[in-house]
């Protein structure tokens, strides 16, 4: 049974930075594009973050020049380094990962709290 579990979540002020992980447990990971979800409160769930299984990024416009995304095969995880937080960043973040040749394959993590208070 393939599982992703996320850490690092949490409440920091404005300016602050966090580092969330994602790490799948039951199926190869590195064979998987790997994308960080987040759904703010009466908003859509919206992609932040991917890379693809050759390391190939993409984010978000808010988020370009903040957040960065990057992957460890070795420790089958994805990260999510968030620096200059504000408050438009809190939300529930979802680690995600699908196959890179069956779409279909896709799997989520439970979802983790990230919160910028002052």
């Known amino acids: 049974q393939v599982q992703l579990a996320e850490f690092g979540g949490g409440t920091v002020q404005p300016g602050e930075w966090l580092r969330l992980s994602c790490v799948m447990s039951?199926?190869?990971?590195?064979?998987?594009?790997m994308n960080w979800y987040r759904q703010a409160p009466g908003k859509q769930r919206e992609v932040v973050a991917t890379?693809?299984?050759?390391?190939?990024?993409s984010y978000l416009d808010s988020v370009k020049g903040r957040f960065t995304i990057f992957r460890d095969n070795f420790k089958n995880t994805v990260y999510l380094q968030m620096n200059n937080l504000n408050v438009e960043d809190t939300a529930v973040y979802y680690c995600n990962g699908r196959h890179w040749n069956r779409p279909s394959v896709d799997y989520w993590g439970e979802g983790i709290q990230v919160t910028i208070a002052s």
């Open positions: 039951g199926s190869s990971f590195p064979a998987y594009i």
């Open positions: 890379i693809t299984n050759d390391r190939s990024t």
